[in-house]
């Protein structure tokens, strides 16, 4: 196991993503994201209605084929989305509880923690 607590991933993610200009999801978190582990995540922390809402939002190209939830925002930003949607204002601190989620999903997991370090070391 390792000693990382889920604060400190979450500043490594925003520091990440500030440096980069980039989402984080985009580069790293989304290639997990497909194999049911997110959402059995997502599951036991009581996001029923979210998960849901990820299982149904599936993309159909136009040869037919399928795709799972292409929606970033409705997979993995359950709190930023929620704020805009009602306010319609963005903010660092309900943003840091979304990636917060994301951090302690990877933390679950020794192998993707391994990932994830990799590709910080890797830039």
């Known amino acids: 196991m390792n000693s990382t607590s889920i604060a400190q991933l ?3 993610i925003r520091e990440w993503e500030l440096h980069a200009g980039e989402s984080f999801c985009d580069y790293f978190l989304d290639n997990f994201s ?3 582990a997110w959402n059995a995540f997502l599951l036991s922390k009581g996001y029923k209605d979210l998960v849901a809402a990820i299982e149904a939002d599936v993309y159909v ?4 084929e ?3 939830c292409t ?4 997979k993995f930003e359950p709190h930023s989305s929620a704020l805009y949607e009602s306010v319609g204002c963005w903010d660092e601190e309900v ?4 990636v917060a989620l994301w951090a302690e999903f990877i933390l679950s997991d020794q192998g993707l ?3 994830c370090e990799l590709f910080f070391k890797e830039g």
């Open 10 to 12: 979450v500043d490594r």
């Open 34 to 36: 497909y194999n049911g």
């Open 61 to 64: 190209s136009r040869d037919g």
């Open 66 to 68: 399928r795709f799972p």
């Open 71 to 74: 929606d970033q925002e409705l």
């Open 95 to 98: 943003y840091r509880q979304d």
């Open 113 to 115: 923690f391994e990932e």
